[in-house]
């Protein structure tokens, strides 16, 4: 389901008073940039919410590692908790709902719309950085720890992929501030 298909469904389920209200001038726009706001303050605590999954995964990975005595791993797993760390801060310390971003510049809805989707299209990368650090956990809980090295290396990809992509996204945002 894409953004535009999420906030036409969320549009479809509201009450009969917002219904009503929409036939006030002005309150449509209004209303309409409210629920892109709430859209995105629920797609970005879901985002910050499958990160932390993945943190106690690879947290639960460290203390395997710990446990086996396999100090080959730990530079590697540092080196994973500080990007997971700092991926974690960057998504939880963005603007929710793009707050006066709205009320500052004027904004087309197809733009609105793009920046939505690249976020949905996130949501997808921290069910697999998720996914891969759970698959981890299972791994070196299973004493499986020949494989965590590979991995590993998938899960850092993954975290470095995302980190860029919100980095784009942050960037998109300033040029859309720029060209408004």
């Known amino acids: 389901m894409e953004m535009s298909e999420f906030i036409k ?13 929409s036939y006030i001038p002005g309150y449509r726009g209004y209303k309409q940039k409210e629920v892109r706001r709430e859209a995105d303050k629920l797609l970005r ?32 797993l540092n080196r994973l908790t500080a990007i997971m760390d700092r991926v ?5 310390h963005a603007d929710y709902g793009y707050s006066g971003f709205f009320d500052l510049v004027k904004v087309r809805e197809d733009e609105l719309d793009r920046l939505m989707d690249y976020d949905y299209r996130l949501l997808g990368a921290c069910d697999e950085i998720s996914r891969l650090a759970g698959e981890a956990s299972r791994t070196a809980t299973a004493g499986s720890l020949d494989m965590l090295p590979n ?14 992509a919100f980095a784009s996204r942050e960037e998109a945002i300033v040029s859309i501030k720029g060209g408004a």
């Open 9 to 21: 469904e969320y549009e479809e389920k509201r009450g009969l008073s917002e219904k009503i209200a």
């Open 45 to 76: 605590d879901f985002m910050i919410k499958k990160l932390e999954v993945a943190r106690s995964g690879l947290k639960n990975v460290i203390k395997e590692a710990a446990d086996a005595e396999a100090a080959e791993l730990f530079k590697t």
């Open 88 to 92: 974690i801060n960057k998504v939880e």
């Open 151 to 164: 991995l590993l290396k998938q899960l850092e990809s993954k975290l470095l992929e995302f980190e860029s």
